[in-house]
């Protein structure tokens, strides 16, 4: 195509005529690029402030800045309802931003039911293995997630605020740190459920116990559970592979030590390993059995 441009009674010459043409078409692509681009963003943008939310606050147990990545159900800024909340903690040894890494779990909350879905961040730069216990002054784990988190999500998001509408899960070490908080934590929390989780604080390696108070150990809330389920009834669930070398025996034990108790719980072998797989595989049902025992969204009173 040529372009012709007149300036008084001339005619630009052909050449300039061909440069001028490129020129337009080039312009004309890098502003549909831009457009592209900016649209995008703007499309995420939207998506991000709308329902899928990197939270800070400042936190005293960790002495500084936390982080907690929430995502809101679909239909939630028009709904005006309250939402069951379910902590999900994330494996260790990690990194700081780990807590965003799951975006199969968020797909598999979505086809499980509505509700908020809260993944804390569970380890920080020089602090990569805390298993979500207190240690001390700017290590607090525990009070972070089970006191300062729940309490920040309370205020500024629409949720059922008590217990029989908080679920804590998580896998691996955020399995055990679940089952520890969960069951150490029963006026908070009445769903509790390990995905291929361990039961008592380990080194990185998962074979090495560290010491820690008796209450860390979730062998030993195991009376507190039975005597509790009248006050503070509590569904308790944990699965592990069958080809979990590291933590299949103590799966096992637990559940054995829970049938000799008389505590009602749930408990899986499943086929496969310590992996993601297995994970995203049983993630749809097993958050499923979750919200079906927290109460359901409800009106705002």
């Known amino acids: 195509m040529k372009i012709a441009l007149r300036s008084g009674c001339g005619t630009a010459a052909p050449g300039n005529a061909v440069s001028m043409s490129s020129s337009v078409r080039r312009s004309a692509i890098v502003f549909a690029v831009v457009a592209l681009v900016v649209a995008g963003l703007a499309a995420a943008e939207s998506f991000r402030s709308g329902r899928d939310l990197d939270e800070q606050f ?48 968020e797909r598999a909350l979505e086809q499980a039911g509505p509700a908020i879905l809260v993944e804390p961040q569970g380890a920080k730069s020089g602090d990569t293995d805390p298993e979500y216990l207190d240690w001390g002054a700017g290590r607090n784990w525990e009070t972070y997630v089970t006191v ?29 740190g679940a089952a520890a ?29 560290l010491a820690a108070a008796p209450a860390a150990n979730v062998h030993n809330l195991i009376g507190r559970l039975r005597k509790s389920q009248r006050m503070w009834p ?25 049938v000799a108790a008389h505590v009602p719980h749930v408990f899986e072998l499943y086929e496969g390993g310590h992996r993601t797989s297995v994970w995203e595989a049983h993630a749809p049902g097993w958050l499923a059995l979750a919200l079906d025992r927290l109460e359901h969204p409800q009106h705002v009173a």
């Open 58 to 105: 400042p936190s005293a147990a960790l002495a500084g800045p936390a982080h907690a990545l929430v995502v809101l159900p679909p239909g939630y800024s028009t709904s005006g309802l309250r939402y069951p909340v379910v902590y999900f903690l994330h494996g260790l040894p990690a990194g700081p931003s780990a807590y965003r890494a799951s975006g199969w779990l």
């Open 181 to 209: 908080l969960g069951l150490g934590h029963l006026d908070l929390f009445s769903v509790v459920e390990s995905w291929s989780g361990y039961f008592h604080p380990t080194d990185p390696t998962g074979a090495k116990p």
């Open 234 to 258: 509590t569904f308790f669930a944990f699965y592990v592979g069958r080809g979990d070398a590291r933590f299949r025996a103590e799966n096992l034990q637990l559940h054995r030590e829970l």
């Open 148 to 176: 300062e988190l729940p309490r920040y999500i309370d205020r500024h998001f629409r949720t059922i605020a008590n217990r029989r509408g908080r679920a804590i899960v998580g896998l691996s070490a955020g399995g055990y």
